[in-house]
């Protein structure tokens, strides 16, 4: 049996797990890969400094150019933008087939790796940067390379669920449960990225690229976070058999000129409870892919988490050993075209829209008519009386609250309409806009 | 570019939704493949059959012989053992990859023909053959590579999930359930392989046969179907905040030697409701695993029917033809392990227990006392009396109803606490016996 040398680049969380499996799994990662793996060494910036987990002193190096010289495969657990590229292009140069973890990267980076990936005939496999744990990649790639996905629903971002997940399940306001999420190691001490929406975003131009085999750059993501969320949002949505996520939404649709465009969005979304991804409770992330002829189909797991992150990257390096095993060039990503980036005029997708109005014969009608003006269809609408002030009723200050469903309209006419609503003077206030997916 | 030849063996619901996309997404199928697949001929018993799909004529022939001659990629749906084995073993001395959803000879000779597909250095792909359209081969195979799969729980039967979450949805019996599944055509008119979990079985063990690596035998299986399920079981699961599904289970369990050893089980169980299989309804499937690094996974989609099925062949003839253009040998399969079959004596369950008791005092503790003999401690205890019947409390001839959930224990050694329940006086009948998982 054959040995295939291993260098490690960053040692963190996931990275100390990845160490720890290759030397305590030796035996059954070697008779999975049909060679013997030796973790030739550990890059680090600092070999003297504290790890998770106990490994030998003499693994570490901080020393990563020379590293990388000899190995076969290189994992590349650093993060950042430098010199995690530089040292993966080096790798690539010297004939090492590349395991990533590196979402920043990627993002950014990724169609300008894969070509000199493919060229070199090596593998550049990145499971661990998309959903952690969750077996996307290779799925995507592989499992529906015969079938064309139309759209994908991730719940991305553990932090926003579990805060989102608190808040359904035990009424917590958002400042509570987000402190719940800091105290367990959700969230950061700083929890911009994660509630602003921007980690998502991130992942979903990685599984718009993955989903349909083109760039998207991660400025165009359309991205709002889970900051606005009030217990009273959350309230209504369970008072009409819906729940509230933080969806990462990527589409391919039909453009006007007769091609295809994608588009990204990141959104607080309404979900009916019957919906699977209404089931993904905690930090958990789930990916929802809706493809031409599979139908729908959904991947659900850990998004995060050293050992589990640490899973995902072996997968990928005992695919590599194997390719390497039984010879052949590496698999040629097909992430080559680039689609169109679709504006607002051609998303597509349902608003729940609470309105405060005056209690008054008409007003049912008049806004009505805002919304067949606009374009956009009603699917439900209901009408709540505040019935608490009879004072009001008798002198026609009386307010009503209105939670209305549209039909899938373009995101411009359903803002359009929001705004016109706004502007009625029946309307003392828009509460609450939500997009609404699953129905 | 090269050209790939496709010979495809049966023209069924599958096949010709395979033959379709085939010819209907070439342009596709070939940037994906690397080389263009052309569909080389359909082999069927009678060629003037109607079919579902509009096929060119010319395509079809009766000689299957022949046209797998040719061929680089033979795909077999035909089912059944024979002749489909046969063409198999013929396609793979000529040196054609296979691509297989045939479930059935995969159960009984799956070791053997992966055994062939090595030696000659050719693939043997079978996604289609468990779960129809979720990728949970190639997830198991692949990415799971490096981690090590302690159980895998699956809902792997449309038909009785369907018929299940109808029950649990609408109160229907068990009959009107069945009939409107048999109306919408997820059940046959004859329902025996669904409803008495044969078909759930076979599946079964091809899950535990990819999830360890080792070979298990049908008849091993212990299997109970969802006939004896009523109204009331279902009324007396939501009570408690659970349901009922019908999951196949695959586990790995340390034997008393030291070694390992491998159980499969296919019964109703409960779930909480909260747990991510509960989301699972209508005749939809889910494939659940708990991996030691990864932790728990879920793959979600839909299990059967002609489009969804022929989105998981095409992906893998993809696949196979990706492997042909960039060069090597097939993929090695590593089922080469006889893991031995655990009895129940090592199997580890915990039940939930209906009981129809006297209405008396002592009668909590004779019953705690059968539990305690046999070893088995109680998670959660409920009573419940019968009190519509006055006079029966005057005369001492009340009923109470008990409803107990176990802490995990020994199949054997809870079989054994419920027929000692049965025995006692006290005891009027023990109404209903499921096993629970995921609390």
Redesign the interface.
Known sequence: MNTLKVALLGCGNVGS?VAR?LLD?AA??A????ARLELAGIAVRNVDAPRDVDLPRDLFTDDAETLVKDADIVIELMGGLEPARSLILRSIEHGASVVSGNKALLAADGPALYEKASAAGVELYY?AAVAG???I???IR???????IKRVLGIVNGTTNYILDQMDTTGAAFEDALKAAQTLGYAEADPTADVEGLDAAAKGTLLASLAFHTTFPLDAVKCEGITGITSADIDAAKDTGFLIKLLAIAEKQPTKDGGEGVSVRVHPTLLPR???L????GA?N?VFVE????????????GA?G??T??????????AA??MV???????E?TGKHLPVLGEESILTSYYIDIDAADQPGVLAKIAHVFADHGVSIEVMRQTMHTEDLVSIADGTASAELRIITHRGTEESLAATVEAIKDLDIVNSVTSVLRVEGV
């Open positions: 797990q499996i799994d059954d990662l008779s999975r890969s049909g499971e744990a969750i077996p990649l290779r799925p592989e499992s529906l390379s015969g079938d064309r019957t919906h699977p209404a089931a993904v409770h958990f789930a493809a031409e002829n599979a139908g729908e189909l959904m991947f659900y797991g850990q988490g050992r589990p640490a899973s995902a990257v072996l997968g990928d390096v005992v695919s194997r390719r039984s010879g052949g060039r590496g698999r040629t097909t």
